[in-house]
């Protein structure tokens, strides 16, 4: 992975103990969920962010500290924002910052119409819809210039 891009994929829940010898409420909060993958995006604006994810793609907003981090689900991801610098996850390897290649997917029926929704709500895009493979997909960037895939497999 290129130094300055970071994404955290965790594949099992860990339980954090408080202090005092209990678990933390966000930590129950965090790790109650049964979920298929967990990604952490470095964002410049956690809560700009927050509305993008959750206004645009559908995710709902599990936590939020303003500012430094946030937790969002949607179906079988939990997508986790940090700020640079903020927490274990925003210092993790170095120096984190947004961007790069790496991606999680949507997987989207009607790619066509999910691409209109977001354009017209000014949506930033990096490239043209790809047609090659087991289907079509089109790279969106979240306000920090992480990418999420938009994929819609080829109808049969």
């Known amino acids: 992975m290129a130094q300055g891009r970071f994404l955290e994929i ?3 829940s860990e339980r954090k103990i408080h202090a005092r010898g209990g678990p933390c409420e966000a930590d129950q909060s965090l790790t109650k969920r049964n979920t ?5 995006y470095i964002v410049d604006d956690v809560d700009k962010s927050v509305e993008f994810y959750r206004d645009r793609l559908d995710f709902r907003v599990d936590l939020h500290n303003p500012g430094k981090f946030a937790a969002l689900e949607r179906n079988d991801l939990t997508l986790y924002l940090s ?3 903020a927490g ?4 993790a390897g170095g120096h984190p910052k947004p961007g790069g290649w790496n991606r999680f997917m949507i997987v989207t029926q009607d790619i066509d119409l999910l ?7 000014g949506a930033k895009f990096r490239g043209e819809i790809s047609e090659a493979g087991a289907g079509r997909a089109r790279l969106l ?7 999420i895939e938009l994929f819609e497999f080829k109808k049969k």
């Open 141 to 147: 960037e979240d306000p920090s210039g992480n990418l």
């Open 36 to 40: 298929m993958a967990s990604v952490r």
């Open 115 to 121: 691409i209109g929704r977001l354009a017209s709500a």
């Open 83 to 85: 700020a640079p610098g």
């Open 88 to 91: 274990s996850g925003g210092t």
């Open 10 to 12: 965790n594949t099992r």
